[in-house]
């Protein structure tokens, strides 16, 4: 798929021998892991040295400069949650009995379930960044940015 490039404003400005592009990029319905190609020709420049993003959004912008594409981002800080391995039939029990996950989970039974960190009241804790998922779909995701070139 693409993305949506427009440009905004009065976007083109004039900075000595360098010019400064203001633009917005709107994601597609299944985002490509990797990025979106974005060329200097995509703001009307014919090299890009720079560019910034308006990251307001929740989903973190970047210009892969190596690769000519614009990625997208989320907090890699997720919820933990507890996985409980099924042991054996003589085993101790363990039961546990989860809000969000109906059922009983036993030692003693022989499936594995994983239960979400929040039953626990787990908090999530700010991580690295990830790239967002193939196919995530990011139609509704509007960032603005500004690049400098010439």
Known sequence: MSLTVSLTGDWLESLGSKRA????????????TG???????N???????????????????????????????????NLP??????GQAAGPALQITPDSNAGVLGKTAATTRTIPGATFGLTAVPSSLVEVGATTNLSAVTVHGRAYGR
């Open 21 to 32: 592009v203001n633009f917005s990029i709107t994601g597609d319905a299944s985002y490509t």
């Open 35 to 41: 990025g979106y190609a974005f060329t200097p020709a």
């Open 81 to 86: 949650s507890v996985t409980v391995t099924g």
């Open 43 to 77: 703001i009307g420049l014919g090299v890009i040295d720079f560019v910034e993003f308006d990251n307001a959004s929740g989903n973190v912008a970047f210009y892969n400069a190596s690769t000519g594409k614009i990625q997208f981002f989320v907090d890699g800080g």
